[in-house]
């Protein structure tokens, strides 16, 4: 019995000895969730996405207020005359590229006069102001049929007033989108 004794403690002893001599083996990994520094990356990340968002729908916005801006900009024209101005020339440039960017749009185009001469010259001279202006978006290739003429002559001044300064208000062509106006498109893409 001795010797099975003597055994078990050398075996012992020597399974103690070998134990002591090994490293001791990591624990295995933890599987962490995200850290603070990527929680706030990841904030920052997604502030910085809605942010560009919000300045490029304002950018779009902007584009689209202008595009309708230029569409209703009126035009104005010298006394007794019914030929466009080089002043109005770039107004109606710049309809001119909403409109072909904008085929659903339609516009009606009410010529005006000044107070001095007969009513029915006025009718007649507002009339021949919006044909001028028609004229112009069809020399540009924009189809006749997208725009009406109409004539208010001195009925609805833009000024009151029995002086050049009112006169000059007065004699222009105003514009009224009449359809496509939710389908206004900016000239050289976007909305």
Partial sequence: MLHRGLIISVV???????????EELPPPPVEEGPNQDSIDAARRAAEEAARRAAEEEARRAAALEAAREALTAMVFFDFDMAEIRSDAEGV?????????????????????????GSSEYNLALGSRRAEAVRQ???????????FDVRSYGEEQP??????????????????????????????????
């Fill in 92 to 116: 109606l440039q710049r309809k001119v590229d909403v409109l072909r960017a904008s085929p659903a749009v339609q516009l009606r185009i009410e010529g005006h006069a000044d107070e001095r």
């Fill in 12 to 22: 012992a002893a020597g399974l103690f000895v070998a134990s002591c001599g090994q």
């Fill in 158 to 191: 833009r000024e009151m007033g029995s002086n050049e300064q009112s006169w000059a208000q007065n004699r222009r062509d105003e514009f009224v989108i009449t359809a496509g106006g939710n389908q206004i498109q900016v000239p050289g893409g976007g909305q």
């Fill in 136 to 146: 112009f978006f069809v020399n540009a290739g924009l189809a006749q049929s997208r």
